[in-house]
């Protein structure tokens, strides 16, 4: 007996620390960093998804444009009934009774020279193929900058939550001591009410910044694709993204962009594509030559013989050349190659509307930066001027050297400059982020 209790001990100890650790393990899942978070959207993001689906396509399409090359093997079997003057397969006689009959071939055929459109055709999709990889590559890192976004968007949100939090429960603090002094008709009811009043506005700021935080979670949540009601907890970034490195030159910071980004490439590959593609047209021009070969038999009803001889006996082989000479076919391919032409100059103009985005982008982006540094700075020594005003608002507020409107004005200055401090240091790291993209120094 005291064995079995014993054994029951143990096993419920074991199961306990079992489900400990499984609810330590969901609670380091739930907590995510940004680097979770964009691996995460890179496997289960819908847009994500759907790219790499278009590989999967791109590939096929390749692989049939090179199967292309292989010869055709068809068979067929046809079997009839007829009645009325009808001729008998095997004899070329009209017969004028109710017979069956039937037919058997297998023939086989291969494309000996089409004006090498068969092997350009390979080499558009094989380039197609890279151009959707490179698409999908720039699918990936949009996903990762829509990401990063979302997870700064997020942290701004619950600090602003915090410090929204923090201003009113300093508020309440001093409402607290208004109202005590407001029973005992020590202070001015003005100065009483407009601490009220005050305190009511910071309620309502913590409930906007809410709904904000609350939006923000769940944006990154469907960028993520998790199930309805996941709880997203995030990270905090490291202040190592606050650095101030050398600044990048424009020239530089584009010229490594074009060459490197995966949009571009793309547009480039898709350039090239649509010249091969034009060959492939023109292709079209130039005569054809297959040949093809087989094997051919019938049956009559009216045959004393098994279906079996008569298809023997009546066997025949073939081989045949076909050279096709296009001489006028309603100017198709004099038109088709024409819109090949215009997709040539549309894929080029692509391209280039691609390069002038990404110049105008990296430059904005060089000055945003320096934007938000500046900014940042500037914020940092105005809060601290704000915050001593405050100090000494606060102190002439109790001596009661002031009333409370110049002590609120001096705690909303304050309070204002922080938030936007708050948001101006997530603006940088998100500057700097979008440099490490373009450099290609983003560690994501």
């Not at 109710?98 to 350009?120: C, E, K, P």
């Not at 990762?144 to 603090?173: C, F, I, P, R, S």
């Not at 082989?317 to 296009?326: A, D, E």
Request: hydrophobic content about 40%.
């Amino acid at each position: 007996m005291k064995r079995y209790h014993l054994y029951s001990f143990t096993l419920i100890s074991c199961l306990c620390l079992v489900f400990s650790a499984a609810r330590s393990q969901v609670a380091d899942v739930d907590t995510l960093s940004l680097e979770q978070c964009i691996a995460l959207a890179l496997q289960q993001n819908i847009n994500a998804q759907q790219s790499r689906l278009l590989i999967e396509q791109a590939e096929i399409d390749r692989r049939q444009a090179w199967q292309n090359q292989l010869p055709s093997l068809n068979a067929t079997l046809g079997h009839s009934l007829s009645q009325g003057r009808r001729i008998d397969p095997t004899t070329n006689q009209y017969i004028e009774r109710r017979f069956t009959a039937g037919n058997q071939n297998i023939s086989s055929s291969l494309t000996l020279f089409d004006g090498l459109g068969t092997l350009r055709n390979i080499r558009q999709q094989a380039i197609a193929l890279q151009a959707t990889e490179m698409e999908n590559n720039n699918v990936q890192d949009q996903v990762k900058l829509d990401v990063m976004l979302a997870y700064v968007q997020l942290l701004t949100a619950q600090d602003m939550l915090k410090q929204a939090e923090l201003n009113a429960a300093v508020t309440e603090q001093k409402l607290n001591q208004a109202t005590i002094q407001h029973e005992k008709g020590a202070i001015n009811p003005g100065d009483y009410y407009d601490l009220k009043g005050q305190y009511m506005a910071d309620q309502t700021a913590v409930n906007d910044l809410l709904i904000s935080c609350n939006n923000s979670r769940v944006a990154l949540a469907n960028l993520l694709n998790l199930p309805p009601g996941s709880a997203v907890e995030i990270r905090p970034l490291g202040e190592e993204l606050l650095a101030d490195p050398q600044p990048a030159d424009n020239v530089q910071l584009y010229d490594y962009a074009v060459n490197t980004l995966p949009a571009i490439r793309a547009a480039a590959l898709r350039a090239k594509e649509a010249s091969v593609a034009l060959k492939v047209a023109r292709s079209v021009y130039f005569p054809s030559l297959k040949v093809g070969a087989g094997f051919e038999s019938n049956y009559s009803g009216n045959e004393n013989l098994s279906y079996g001889r008569q298809m023997q006996n009546n066997l025949g082989r073939y081989l045949q050349f076909t050279l096709s000479i296009p001489l006028l076919n309603g100017l198709t391919t004099r038109n088709n190659v024409a819109r090949a032409k215009l997709a040539v100059s549309n894929a080029e103009y692509l391209e280039e509307n691609q390069r002038n985005a990404l110049r105008q982008q990296t430059d904005r982006a060089i000055f945003d930066l320096a934007l938000a540094k500046d900014s940042y700075n500037n914020l940092v020594e105005e809060s601290a001027s704000f915050s001593a005003s405050y100090r000494i608002a606060e102190i002439r507020f109790e001596a009661g050297d002031i009333d409370s409107v110049p002590f609120l004005i001096a705690k909303n200055k304050m309070d204002t400059t922080n938030a936007r401090l708050l948001i101006s240091k997530y603006e940088w790291i998100m500057r700097q982020l979008m440099i490490d993209y373009y450099s290609g120094n983003l560690q994501f």
